[in-house]
């Protein structure tokens, strides 16, 4: 009934490409053909960190939760992935700026025919993105929205340069999120949240891979967990397939999604 699953130890022994390139080996992603004739849904995988105690957050951001080897596991995932799905209000509070390539994984990305660095998808229902947002421009990254949205605030980023796509009706609905990925060879998908993105991923049940990261200080507070959506909870049976720490004592579980059988 029990079973002991050691964790791998990553230390500071080695140099940072060995590190990184030994890292991308224990995160791979299963194939997926990236052109027609058959364009399958795109794998879709989350990178998420919480405290022990299960907070989101420190002081209103992610990233003061994080550490080196976070860091490391944050670039290795990046760079194995063809878009990274975030919400566009987590976006914009964390900096994110326009993945750029990682000169560790260029000979990998050009060996498995992926862009120099991964395309930026933003999702938001209420196209509250500051106009003046950097990465809207850029020619990789994509707003995606729901037909609901204001015509005000979509006509503005539009005229700011953003490529604007509606992906439902009422709601920004994931699969067609993930269809729209697919239509663009984007079949190595990541998404870093925030926490009402990923609860909607679970609530559609299109997520994949869950990568936790457990940051060694416990919070209390009032910060919310990774994932809370409105609708009914359901369970959605996960299995630990990776265990890993390192010298700063964080831990990092891969979680994959539950075959028929075991679910």
Known sequence: MFGLQKATQVTSTQDEA????????????????????????????????????????HNGRSGDLAGPGD??????????????????????????RQ?????????????????????????SRSL??????????GPDTVVLTCRAASADRRAALRDAGATVIDCGDDDVDMQSVLEVCAERGWVRALSEGGPT??????????????CVTTSPHAVAGDAGR??????QAALHRM??????????????????RASAEEA
């Open 99 to 123: 993945p750029s390539p990682d000169e560790v994984f260029t000979a990998v990305r050009a060996e498995r025919e992926q862009a120099p660095a991964p395309a930026l998808a933003l999702v």
């Open 197 to 210: 993105l990923l609860g909607t991923f679970i609530d559609d049940d299109v997520l994949d891979e869950l």
């Open 18 to 57: 060995t590190t990184l390139r030994w890292l991308a080996e224990q995160y791979p992603y299963p194939d997926r053909p990236a052109s027609p004739p058959c364009l399958p849904r795109p794998y879709l995988r989350v990178n998420m960190v919480s405290s022990i105690d299960g907070a989101v957050t």
């Open 128 to 137: 509250s993105i500051p106009t003046d947002y950097a990465p809207l421009t």
């Open 239 to 256: 299995r630990p397939v990776t265990i890993i720490t390192d010298d700063d004592g964080f831990v990092f579980i891969r979680w994959t």
């Open 226 to 231: 990774i994932a809370h959506h409105p609708a």
């Open 71 to 96: 860091k490391a596991i944050f670039r290795v995932l990046r760079a194995l992935a063809d878009v990274i799905i975030v919400g566009a209000r987590t976006a914009v509070v964390e900096g994110y």
